[in-house]
């Protein structure tokens, strides 16, 4: 019996550990400003999110294709993903010199329907967008894409 209770406990501890090690279950969310001071320390592609809170593909998002272990791994490991509401006026931070909103922000990278992601390179320089509501795989295969192949000249 206590060969039993020790088997039963070393399977609860490494099952512990192991859920514990794979199981990053969301996107840490960054603002903007919090993105571009990463990406100064250690350069690289910046994801925005930008929705509205009264998107339902926009929550369908966060919901579904957000909370994708694939997703997530893959978000978390390549980019610094960023929340940008686009109807706040409120919320201000600065931005190569210039102070915006994040509704601001949104009009500058020229999102006009949400859900809507748009991908910053590494230098700050150059944007390239994924519009519209995506399933896991299919945002995958098109952030992996725009990842390679979104930027002029590259």
């Keep these: 019996m206590k060969n039993l209770n020790k088997l039963g406990l070393i399977a609860l501890f490494f099952?512990?550990?192991?859920?514990?090690t794979f199981?990053?279950?969301?996107i840490e969310w960054l603002k903007f400003e919090e993105a571009v001071a990463k990406n100064q320390e250690n350069?690289?592609?910046?994801?925005?999110?930008v929705y509205t809170d009264w998107c339902g593909w926009c929550k369908k998002?966060?919901?579904?294709?957000?909370?994708?272990?694939?997703?997530v791994a893959y978000v978390t490991e390549d980019f610094y993903p960023v929340k940008l509401n686009a109807e706040d006026m409120n919320r201000k931070f600065e931005f190569m010199g210039?102070?915006?909103?994040?509704?601001?922000?949104a009009a500058?990278?020229?999102?006009?329907?949400?859900?809507?992601?748009?991908?910053?390179?590494?230098t700050l320089q150059n944007i390239t967008q994924i519009p519209g509501y995506r399933g896991p795989e299919d945002f995958m295969e098109?952030?992996?894409?725009m990842a390679k192949?979104?930027?002029?000249g590259k």
């Design 61 to 71: 998002m966060d919901k579904d294709t957000f909370t994708d272990s694939t997703v």
């Design 98 to 105: 210039k102070e915006y909103s994040e509704a601001q922000m």
């Design 15 to 20: 099952f512990g550990i192991s859920a514990g």
């Design 108 to 122: 500058a990278m020229r999102v006009r329907s949400y859900p809507n992601f748009v991908l910053i390179d590494p």
């Design 23 to 26: 199981a990053q279950e969301k």
């Design 43 to 49: 350069p690289k592609m910046i994801l925005v999110d």
């Design 149 to 152: 192949n979104g930027f002029r």
């Design 142 to 145: 098109a952030l992996q894409y």
